[in-house]
């Protein structure tokens, strides 16, 4: 375990809905990322949270929306998803400030969109 | 942008041998950290190893070590003495300062008993 947790593990979803992911971080971090899995692919990341704020979003499509309302939790609501987003969305988190600067994963949530 | 290439989409290893798996990058910048992230099947990444720029020492995790080579843009990882557990995606990432980490994307490697 790496202290990082996300549910639920496996979500899905037709185009037509809205759903949410979840993470939580145990580790006392300052920084919370999401990222997107697709086979074959570099890992994309999507969204970068320092300090609750927002300070990256790498050109996402507006139906994934972003929200952190604390250090420790992170959410990513969706709506009316495509099937090429089907993939493994991974949230991770970080202490920035302190060097090292190593980002720590959760299990990831396996999304289908049907 | 920052790139980071991965050759080697897969690697197989017979237990208790000794592997490398490629990474090399793309970047203008002097300062930055290097990592090496392991993901099993269906399980977490971890991290395995990570490098920072400005260190010219080789960083090593028990069998884990790697070959940093800054002129060339290229940090391989090698694992001795590998085991079934080592079985895994592994991830070659890079970062700056500012959170922004590029992954490659992945050599899966097979450890054959």
């Known amino acids: 375990e790496t202290g990082v947790t996300q549910t639920p593990r496996h979500l899905v979803m037709g185009m037509t809905n809205k759903k949410s992911l979840k993470c939580e971080q145990h580790l006392g971090h300052n920084a919370m990322y999401w990222y997107k899995q697709s086979a074959k692919k570099p890992l994309e990341l999507m969204f970068v949270y320092s300090l609750e704020e927002r300070v990256e979003n790498n050109s996402v499509p507006s139906r994934f929306s972003p929200e952190c309302p604390n250090s420790s939790h992170l959410f990513l609501h969706l709506h009316t998803l495509q099937p090429e987003d089907s993939a493994l969305y991974l949230c991770a988190s970080s202490q920035e400030g302190t060097g090292g600067y190593e980002q720590y994963f959760g299990p990831g949530t396996r999304l289908t969109v049907t | ?113």
Request: proline share 4%.
């Open chain 2, 1 to 113: 942008a920052q790139t980071v290439t991965q050759s080697q989409p897969e690697m197989s290893v017979q237990e208790a041998e000794t592997v490398t798996l490629s990474c090399t990058y793309d970047t203008s910048e002097n300062n930055y950290y290097l990592f090496w992230y392991k993901q099993p099947p269906s399980r977490q990444m971890i991290l395995v190893i990570r490098q920072e720029a400005y260190k010219q020492q080789n960083a090593t995790e028990n069998r884990f070590s790697v070959n940093f080579q800054k002129a060339a843009k290229s940090f391989s990882l090698k694992i001795s003495d590998s085991q079934l557990g080592d079985t895994a995606m592994y991830f070659c990432a890079f970062m700056k300062h500012n959170n922004d980490m590029r992954f490659g994307a992945g050599t899966r490697l097979t450890v054959k008993p």
